[in-house]
């Protein structure tokens, strides 16, 4: 459930910073010539770091759940 949760995060901190184009990411995806290789070239990264940091973050949120 964590590494679900940590995915879903790290893809939605990626979908925002599509959407409101910081950095002109948005516009270099929409503008590629193929925008869906685009779009997951910078999704899994994001997705990747959030598991990551949701499942090492794991030992510290069952150690001060009660």
Known sequence: MS?????????VAAG????????????LIAR????LLAAATVLAPFALIGTGA???????LRKFRR
Do not use: E, F, W
């Open 3 to 11: 590494a679900l949760s940590g995915l879903l995060a790290g893809a």
């Open 16 to 27: 925002v910073l599509m959407i409101l184009d910081i950095g002109s990411i948005g516009t």
């Open 32 to 35: 590629s010539t193929d925008p």
């Open 54 to 60: 949701a499942l090492g973050l794991l030992p510290y």
